[in-house]
């Protein structure tokens, strides 16, 4: 079981990044697919999650209206789509898998059963 993540790289402020991760097919179809990010000497944290199923997303305040995430099961693959973005979303970006997880659980990182390797994002002002 594996995820790859990919597309991180330099944007300037107000500029835009897509992220890309690649999952394996035995978990993508039953795992809630979740984004998180690391800044320089800060905690990881929750940036976006899309359901399996319905495909329900949940955003994170500071990037509501500006990331937009979404799966591609033919491809096995989660993206996010960063718009407008700002000096703050400089991080390593970190996509999870985690399977069976209530909605009160979707931003606890503990929860996951899978990650993939970080993807550095840096924005310039």
């Known amino acids: 079981v594996q995820l790859q993540a990919s597309g991180g790289g330099l944007a300037q402020a107000g500029g835009s990044l897509r992220l890309s991760c690649a999952a394996s097919?035995?978990?993508?179809?039953?795992?809630?697919m979740t984004w998180f990010r690391q800044g320089p000497g800060e905690e990881r944290e929750f940036v976006a999650a899309i359901r399996n199923g319905g495909g329900v997303t949940l955003y994170a305040d500071s990037v509501k209206g500006r990331f937009t995430i979404s799966r591609d099961y033919a491809k096995n693959m989660v993206l996010l789509q960063m718009n407008s973005l700002k000096p703050e979303d400089t991080a390593a970006y970190y996509c999870?898998?985690?399977?069976?997880?209530?909605?009160?659980?979707?931003?606890?990182?503990?929860?996951?059963?899978?990650w993939g390797q970080g993807t550095l994002v840096t924005v310039s002002s």
């Open positions: 097919g035995r978990i993508f179809s039953d795992y809630v």
């Open positions: 999870a898998a985690g399977r069976g997880l209530l909605s009160i659980y979707i931003r606890d990182s503990s929860r996951y059963n899978y």
